[in-house]
Every structure is written in structure tokens, then in C-alpha cells.
């Protein structure tokens, strides 16, 4: 789950957690020690559109992730 920075740096100093980054460079936190399974509960939306399509990805404390796509509009009829 997300975490703010603040908290990610309290996790590195008392070396309960190390930086990582992935092939692509994305960087995230990889905990070092056994976490109980207490994850909220995600759902994911889809809201397809003729000009936008709208993603969301919400959790049942806070709203995890929120997406709007512009289709493309320059494609003709068959």
C-alpha cells in the first residue's frame, strides 16, 4: 500500500525497510521484516466513455489510485 515519504524515511533509518527500483526505474520500498495481512480491501472501476474513459481504484480508507483517458478521436468508420 502507499505511504508518504515521511513515513518511508522513518522506515530506512530504523532499517526496517531498504530503497529498490525496478527494471523501468520505478522506486519503491521493500520491507525487510514479516507484516501481517491487515491490507484493506481495493476495488477496482471502470467508466468507459465515447470521448474519456475514467479508472479508479479505491480502498475503504482513502481513494488509492484515480485515471481519465482522452480516446482518440481521429479514428474513421470502417
Same mark, same amino acid.
Given at each position: 500500500?502507499?505511504?508518504?515519504?515521511?513515513?518511508?524515511?522513518?522506515?530506512?533509518?530504523? %532499517?526496517?525497510?531498504?530503497?529498490?527500483?525496478?527494471?523501468?526505474?520505478?522506486?519503491?520500498?521493500? &520491507?525487510?521484516?514479516?507484516?501481517?495481512?491487515?491490507?484493506?480491501? &481495493?476495488?477496482?472501476? &471502470?467508466?468507459?466513455?465515447?470521448?474519456?474513459?475514467?479508472?479508479?481504484?479505491? %480502498?475503504?480508507?482513502?481513494?488509492?489510485?484515480? &485515471?481519465?483517458?482522452?480516446?482518440?478521436?481521429?479514428?474513421?468508420?470502417?
Amino acid at each position: 500500500m502507499p505511504c508518504t515519504p515521511a513515513k518511508a524515511r522513518h522506515l530506512f533509518k530504523s %532499517g526496517k525497510a531498504k530503497p529498490k527500483r525496478n527494471k523501468w526505474g520505478f522506486f519503491y520500498v521493500q &520491507l525487510t521484516y514479516e507484516q501481517e495481512p491487515d491490507n484493506q480491501q &481495493l476495488v477496482a472501476g &471502470l467508466d468507459p466513455g465515447s470521448k474519456f474513459e475514467g479508472a479508479s481504484v479505491v %480502498g475503504t480508507v482513502d481513494t488509492v489510485l484515480n &485515471l481519465m483517458m482522452e480516446a482518440p478521436g481521429h479514428v474513421k468508420e470502417p
